[in-house]
């Protein structure tokens, strides 16, 4: 069975930081992609950040330069840092691991084959 294991949500001040983790087990296919997603309360699901098993690394525009995607492959592990916290970040955060390049999908879940997810961890920023 595979499952996917996120951690380090929480609550924080505009400005502060956090970082999640992500580890995926019972994948069996190498090297999966892996990244993260997000949704808020009345939004679509937005795809954040992804790496892919070369190092080749994706982030939406509302992030860039503020949050760092990084994996260890060996244990099928990414992390996301998060600095410079800000409200709108505010969101329900899920990792994700796919055999092939995360893309955006509407819906935070499963949406294609050897396509798994977690069950997300709650980001708060208040203001």
């Known amino acids: 069975e595979v499952q996917l294991v996120e951690s380090g949500g929480g609550s924080v001040q505009a400005g502060g930081s956090l970082r999640l983790s992500c580890t995926a087990s019972g994948i069996t296919f190498a090297d999966p992609d892996m990244g993260w997603y997000r949704q808020a309360p009345g939004n679509e699901c937005e795809l954040v950040s992804a790496?892919?098993?070369?190092?080749?690394?994706y982030y939406a525009d509302s992030v860039k330069g503020r949050f760092t995607i990084s994996q260890d492959n060996g244990k099928n592990t990414v992390y996301l840092q998060m600095n410079s916290l800000k409200p709108e970040d505010t969101a329900v955060y899920y990792c994700?691991?796919?055999?092939?390049?995360?893309?955006?999908?509407?819906?935070?879940?499963?949406?294609?084959?050897?396509?798994?997810w977690g069950q997300g961890t709650q980001v708060t920023v208040s203001s």
């Open positions: 790496i892919e098993d070369n190092g080749r690394t």
């Open positions: 994700a691991a796919d055999p092939h390049p995360l893309v955006a999908t509407m819906l935070c879940r499963p949406h294609r084959a050897n396509n798994y």
